[in-house]
């Protein structure tokens, strides 16, 4: 398995990417800490075939329940924020003086 640091696949991408394409992963490091892994999509490997290989390796796992219209609703609502940060700040600042 090839490793590469995200400074070297910047700098020799074709070449990494040729790699891929021969079957080789490449595992990339950012600061020496794993973060990604390239490997080769095979052909016919449709999204619901993806799906059911990571179910099967532990990756990800099917939905306990269905997600509620209302619950989908409260996921896109943005949260209020009374106070902004710079607010909090100089209150903060007016408190210690």
């Known amino acids: 398995m090839e490793k ?12 990494y ?24 999509i095979e052909d ?5 075939d993806r799906l059911a290989k990571i179910r099967s ?9 269905k ?3 209302k619950r989908r609703r409260a996921l896109r609502t943005p949260i209020a924020v009374e106070a902004g940060v710079v607010g909090a700040i100089r209150q903060n ?3 210690d003086r």
């Open 67 to 69: 997600l509620t219209a």
């Open 57 to 65: 390796e532990g990756i990800t796992r099917p939905a306990l329940r």
């Open 44 to 48: 016919g490997d449709e999204p619901g």
């Open 17 to 40: 990417l040729r790699k891929v394409r021969a079957g080789h992963a490449v595992i990339i490091y950012d600061r020496n800490v794993p973060i990604a892994r390239l490997i080769r």
């Open 4 to 15: 590469a640091s995200v400074s070297a696949l910047k700098n020799g991408l074709s070449a």
């Open 93 to 95: 600042r007016d408190d």
